[in-house]
């Protein structure tokens, strides 16, 4: 799609910036403003090779973008587009990232509405050996 016609493109700052998971902060909401899949660069064991969740956030009034776990791969395009359609009419969804558990990233995403999971922040934290010194925003 031209970026003229795109009405994700060159927000905050340009085009999004890859970032890492391990750089966002846990308990924190990230406004997203677009989502989209790619294919994987990995092949799984069985052969094939899974199309990946791709999220466009802002933080600090920057655009960045971020592969999301595992767990939502192969999301669907009428998914896809429903997360595009909330964004599109100012209800955008939030991600947000808990910690690790075990070798996997916690992230959540969630609604405009929905508040971060304090619990869950607070049990990840015991499992990593922090405890939280003040409540996240929300």
Known sequence: MC???????????????????????PGIKYECTRFYS?????????????YNTVVEFVDGGLQFKLILP??????????????????TAHMPPFIVFYGKCGIDNVIDILQFHEAV?????????????????TSPTT
């Open 117 to 133: 999971n304090v619990s869950k922040l607070a049990a990840i934290r015991r499992l990593q050996g922090n405890t939280p010194s």
């Open 3 to 25: 970026a003229a016609f795109d009405p994700f493109a060159n927000l905050n700052g340009g085009p999004p910036k890859p970032r890492q998971v391990n750089s966002l902060v």
């Open 38 to 50: 790619q294919q994987s660069k990995f092949t799984k064991q069985d052969g094939t090779t899974p």
């Open 70 to 87: 595992k767990l939502y791969d192969n999301q669907t395009h009428q998914w896809m587009e429903s997360m595009n359609t909330l964004i």
